[in-house]
């Protein structure tokens, strides 16, 4: 649920979607057999990257020679995403923001640690398929404001969110509130933002705010952690597409456009976690938890 929502939350069609959501599936199906064998979660994020990019060059081939046109990076990018290559770098990003830097250290570490296994079984996938015969088509420094279907990318946007949260074993009540900040973050992205001309940096970092106000207020309301809604929520701001940009332009000796992209991935994450922990204090403010007084 969560590789074919982000899909379609990129502008991918049918077939992209249905890729990715087989692809997340086999990315899943074998990172549970690898940790059946206790294989380090690092080799298993270096397969996780191999298994995203050569079906999705694959499907793409088979199109092309049918005379579709499909983007592969969508697909790659949705599969970096089901890897959670941006999450953990919001929440290192989020710890050192608010106050913890012990904690956001050791994320960072690991982030970096993680990110850098999925680059690596990315990069092993794209000349697995140049071995193959099958050129990826050139990718832009940015991506194109797209204005259509917008309530599609909406709707993606809520179900990643849902997606994510089930993934994470949460109650429903919990994936019900997720879906709906996530959504909620959304509209505000497209409807609001987007047609404004802001920037991806800005525009992400105002829709992590709707998140981390909306999801912080439902959850005072149906009594679930703040935190479940925050990090459910920003799920499809995650900025997996520019990973996958820059990683793809470093190996194609592209060393600007590639410097550009992580540059950019890194502002995004880190606007996304200022985002949500402003977000929540505001929400602090305007509906307080109640409080404990256990000998009154």
Known sequence: LLGGSVAGLLGGGPVVVGTAFLTAVLIMLVNTFLARHQLPYFFQNVFGGIIATVPAAVIYSLAADR?????????????????????????????????APVTASARFFETMLFTGAIVAGVGIGIQLVAMLGIALPPLQTYAPPNFT?????????????????????????????????????????????????????????????VVGLAGGLLARRFLIPPLITAVAGITPFLPGLAVYRGMYASLHE????????????????????????LGEWVAARLRRPPTLRPYR
């Open 67 to 99: 005379g579709l046109q499909i983007s592969p990076s969508q697909v790659i990018a949705s599969g970096i995403i089901v890897l959670l290559a941006g999450l953990t770098l919001v929440q290192s990003l989020q710890d050192g923001i608010t106050g």
């Open 254 to 277: 592209q060393t600007l456009a590639g410097f550009t992209n992580i540059a950019l991935a890194l502002a995004i994450a880190s606007g996304l976690a200022a985002g949500v922990v």
């Open 149 to 209: 279907s917008i309530g599609v990318r909406v709707l993606c946007g809520g179900l990643a969110a849902a997606g994510f949260a089930i993934a994470s074993y949460a109650e429903w009540s919990s994936v019900f509130v997720s879906a709906v900040t996530a959504t909620a973050g959304s509209a505000f992205y497209y409807l609001v933002l987007i047609p404004a001309g802001t920037g991806p940096v800005i525009a992400s970092s105002m829709a992590a705010v």
